[in-house]
């Protein structure tokens, strides 16, 4: 490798002298590789919102400043150095929503995690209990028989006191006939979602920020663009059930999961307790530490 290094370097000394080529560090290949990332990423956030139809209106203007450019258009040119001084104030203005929730899903990440943990003194206890994810589910399906609309927010590590303070407190133990009655047509509490946190129904009534992703289906209701719009700006996971056909379907990542049986809600349900992997996973390690040593002891023997 260095010689075919070296043989570059004589050809470049004696027939490319007119070329300058940089001088690279291992710091510059860092750097470059770093801004790559981060455009691609731009690039992908971009294309996933409502900011990509904007995009590709600026790339249109863009185009048409290059061109003025080429043919010396010098008034469409002043034009375009006017408008740059504010330009960057107006994308802030327009991609704001779009700004605002990038800026939420980069704080949720959690980048540190498998090299330290910062919850130390966190016990490791279920955040939903087998017995509230089995009433959950009762009170689903039977809502789902007689098409009762239902919207229940599961709150997981990002707290949803925001959207908790717009509904009426309720600080109760989840139980079926409790949700049943909470979403009975008629009744005080029925409109809006409620919010879940533990095994308790913190809050009713609540109102949520609906979705304004373009790719979702026309056909949706207020009710699943408000699952949507909450799983847009928390990692919790809504439930959803349809007052027109009775499925059942749930909103996480800002993503719709729709027509879901017993056993698929209560497999999300039980993703909740993200600690469960873990474990299992510290077990099969231990399994396979034990087993390893064994094996070094029947080959000492």
Known sequence: MEHMLSMFLVFKDKYLTWIDLPVITY???????????LFYTILVWIKSTRAWMLFKGLMVILVFVLLAAVFQMNTILWLAEKAINVGVIAIVVIFQPELRRALEQLGRKNFLSGIVSLEFGRDETEKISAKTINEL?????????????????????????????TGIALDAVLTNQLLINIFEKN?????????????????????????????????????????????????SLTIVVSEENGRVSIATGGRLIR???????RKHLKALNKYEPDNKRKGLLKRRLKNAK???????K
């Open 27 to 37: 710091i510059d290949i860092v750097e470059i590789i770093i801004i790559a990332f």
């Open 137 to 165: 589910v009762r009170a689903c399906f039977e809502m789902s028989k007689v098409k009762t609309g239902a919207l229940i927010v599961i709150e997981d590590s990002v707290v949803l006191s925001e959207y908790e303070r």
């Open 187 to 235: 009744t005080p509490l029925h409109d809006g979602a409620i919010i879940v946190r533990g095994d308790r129904i913190v809050s009713a009534t609540c109102y949520l920020p609906l979705s304004d992703n373009m790719e979702l289906s026309k056909d949706l209701g207020t009710r699943h663009r408000a699952a949507v719009g909450i799983s847009e700006v928390s990692d």
């Open 259 to 265: 027509e879901l049986d017993q056993e698929g809600l």
């Open 294 to 300: 064994q094996d070094i002891q029947v080959d000492d």
